[in-house]
């Protein structure tokens, strides 16, 4: 199989080569899934200051943000926080095939509001996760659209718990909106990516569930297609499996899936 690392060493090279401010004007705009943000947001300011190339950001759910681009938005780069999304655009040729990576990892987590009582839940199979909702619900992103909510469904019913979350769910528009029904304390409980529990102080994680128990979080990043390739996001999307991409991604609670190019 061909390998695209020289590729991105070279991408890498040029963008650290040119001066900045040398593409001043240009904007790419990238359609990622909503657990990115802190992480991507930081990538983004450092590829700008390195190239001049501003990068702008639409961040929602993966299924919400397929849908559009499906629908003629003007995107250059996707990143969708699960497989399935990506293969969607992929069947339509509306991605650059050539240029899909599986960038990043996750794990799902089980999440509280900080310092609330609560019962305690040990996660696995038969889990009385009823009793420790007591009456309030459990948020998740939309269980049959959001990818953190498939995930949730997912490793809910291996674990035999999904008859009784199933009529307590919360179902929020993206996972973002998830975790703020937790961190407001109008959900005693959430199921989240590791990387949305680290990036508050305002939840605290109950506990982890199995890897095994939902399939591998995977988010994938692909060129949108188009007639006119545009070199600057091919050299974003390079960036992005850099060595200064990868500190922040790791830092936001991210597993990096591809070894920084250098």
Do not use: C
């Not at 780069?77 to 095939?97: E, K, V």
């Not at 459990?138 to 049959?144: F, I, R, S, W």
């Not at 469904?153 to 009529?167: F, N």
């Not at 961190?183 to 990036?199: F, N, Q, T």
């Amino acid at each position: 199989m061909f390998s695209r690392r020289p590729l991105v060493a070279a991408l890498l090279a040029l963008g650290l080569l040119l001066p900045a401010g040398a593409r001043a004007g240009e904007t790419i705009t990238v359609f990622a899934a909503a657990s990115l943000k802190n992480a991507l947001d930081e990538a983004m300011a450092a590829f700008t200051t390195r190239t001049g190339t501003d990068v702008v950001a639409s961040y929602a759910a993966s299924s919400a943000l397929a849908k559009q681009i499906e629908a003629g938005a003007p995107a250059d780069l996707f990143i969708s926080a699960d497989l399935s999304w990506m293969d969607y655009l992929d069947g339509q040729g509306l991605i650059d095939p050539a240029s899909r990576i599986d960038l990043l990892g996750n794990a799902l987590v089980l999440i509280a509001p900080a310092g609330a009582p609560r019962r305690e839940l040990q996660i696995g199979p038969g889990m009385d996760l009823a009793a420790a909702l007591g009456q309030g619900r459990l948020a998740v992103g939309q269980v049959d659209s959001v990818p953190a909510g498939r995930y949730a469904k997912a490793a809910l019913q291996s674990l035999e718990a999904w008859p009784a979350a199933q009529p307590r769910l919360a179902q929020a528009d993206n996972v973002r909106a998830a975790l703020a029904l937790v961190a407001r304390g109008e959900a005693p409980l959430g199921i989240v990516y590791a990387s949305d529990a680290a990036s508050t102080d305002e939840v605290e994680i109950v506990g982890t569930f199995p890897p095994a128990s939902h399939p591998p979080i995977i988010y994938p990043a692909a060129l949108v297609a188009a007639e006119d390739a545009r070199p600057e996001a091919a050299a974003f999307l390079a960036f992005l499996q850099g060595a200064e991409a990868a500190a922040a991604f790791r830092k936001a609670g991210f597993t990096v899936l591809v070894p920084p190019a250098s």
